[in-house]
DNA sequence: AAAGAGATGGTCT
DNA sequence: GACCATCTCTTTT
């Protein structure tokens, strides 16, 4: 299923996460299920988001380039999968020009297509708690490590970004980000009303 | 409704 | 060996 008219641009995502995390919201995350007999789309909406810098002492990218954060270094519009707390597979978008260490975290989406899929991979919960952390968005998404690195702008990607022509929120809600201990006093947290 | 703790494994010191 | 960009379940107001 296309999702929209509009090519997002690399261009659009070479500037630094704090400017382009607020604009990811309403964009849509598409990712190919291939479970069961056929081929399926899951899709939702993204409503909520994190930006991380390399200057950020809460980014896993200030203390330089690793094996682990390397593609958060490189072309702008690929995905940077992280493990978390050894359990939960987390997604950004790597976000600024070749060779800075940013990306935004995918906080919360909101499913469109495909929710069959997500409610069995999220079974026993509610549709409220389907993807609503980064942690559910990477099972509800059937996100892994294979994702690492794979350019979410190529629609011909497993895993992409797409937008159906909703426009970001015009007065999208900022705070503190979530679950870190240092730099929680920059509001990089964006959400839609 | 809020607070606490265990799970669980890669990454970095 | 410590530290997590988290989630879930249990216990306590």
Redesign the pocket.
């Known amino acids: 299923m296309a999702v929209g008219p509009v090519v997002l641009e690399r261009s659009w995502f070479e500037r630094d996460a704090p400017i382009v995390a607020p604009l990811l919201l309403n964009k849509v995350l598409i990712a190919d299920s291939y479970e069961g007999t056929s081929a399926t789309v899951v899709s939702g909406r993204i409503i909520e988001v994190?930006a991380?810098t390399s200057d950020d002492p809460?980014?896993?990218?200030y203390?330089g380039r690793?094996?682990?954060?390397d593609v958060?270094f490189g072309p702008a519009g690929h995905a940077?999968v992280?493990?978390?707390?050894?359990?939960?597979q987390?997604l950004?978008v790597v976000t600024g020009r070749d060779g800075d260490g940013q990306?935004v975290?995918i906080?919360a989406v909101v499913p469109i297509t495909g929710i069959d899929i997500i409610a069995a991979r999220?079974a026993?919960?509610v549709p409220r708690?389907f993807a609503?952390?980064?942690?559910?968005?990477?099972?509800a998404f059937g996100i892994s490590a294979m994702h690492n690195g794979v350019d979410l702008l190529d629609q011909s990607s497993r895993l992409r970004l797409g937008d159906d022509g909703t426009p970001p929120p015009t007065t999208p809600l900022a705070g503190p980000?979530?679950?870190?201990?240092?730099g929680v006093s920059t509001p990089w947290r964006f959400r839609v009303p």
Do not use: D, F, W
């Not at 809460?58 to 990218?61: P, V, Y």
């Not at 992280?82 to 939960?88: F, K």
């Not at 609503?132 to 099972?139: D, E, I, R, Y």
């Open positions: 994190e991380y809460a980014s896993h990218t203390r690793s094996r682990r954060n958060m940077y992280y493990t978390s707390y050894g359990i939960h987390c950004n990306g975290l906080r999220r026993h919960r708690e609503n952390g980064p942690g559910k968005v990477g099972q980000r979530i679950g870190i201990t240092k």
